[in-house]
């Protein structure tokens, strides 16, 4: 921040003071900016509802600039279950609900759709390297076989892994260019 950089940092239950300080203040006090979204992708039904409150003054003294308390409500269905999350997010930003819901749906979008494959479906976080370098240059390779996959019109990793898994010609195809 001393760079004039601003945050936008997720509250968890990790952190139950911070957590109360935000249920608190959405209790006593009206939000000062309010979006709702609905989308219809993928088979689900999402609403999202993005209320944005004053940090309170207290609040700057554990956290530098602070300035916002955004919270997202989001609700629908996923595989015909219903679902209902409440998540929190803390920031020196002052700026109006829509603008933060963007943001927020575009880093999930990051990180479902490159952490998240990385993470569950390319087995990053079980890697068992104790060195960097390797960890470095096989995050690297990970990387670039996803890009190839998707580059090829496989949007489900999980999937084109399975299709080409045992044909070594269609493999070798992703590598070539048009």
Not at 82 to 91: G, H, R, V
């Amino acid at each position: 921040m001393s760079q004039g950089n601003d945050y936008l940092v997720t509250v968890k239950g990790n952190q139950p003071k911070l957590v109360e300080q935000f249920q608190q203040t959405i209790e006593q006090a009206a939000p000062v900016s309010e979006s709702t979204t609905v989308d219809l992708t993928h088979g689900r039904t999402v609403q999202r509802q993005v209320q944005v409150f004053a940090a309170p003054k207290a609040l700057a003294q554990t956290w530098a600039k602070a300035q916002s308390l955004v919270v997202v409500y989001r609700t629908g269905r996923r595989d015909q279950q219903s679902f209902s999350t409440t998540s929190y997010y803390l920031s020196s930003l002052t700026t109006e609900a829509v603008t933060f819901g963007l943001g927020i749906q575009q880093h999930r979008d990051i990180e479902n759709g490159l952490h998240w494959v990385k993470d569950v479906v390319l087995g990053e976080d079980a890697a068992p390297f104790a060195d960097f370098t390797p960890a470095l240059n096989w995050a690297g390779l990970r990387t670039i076989a996803l890009n190839l996959f998707r580059s090829n019109g496989y949007p489900s990793l999980t999937r084109g892994i399975r299709l080409l898994q045992h044909d070594l010609a269609m493999l070798l195809s992703l590598l070539r260019t048009n």
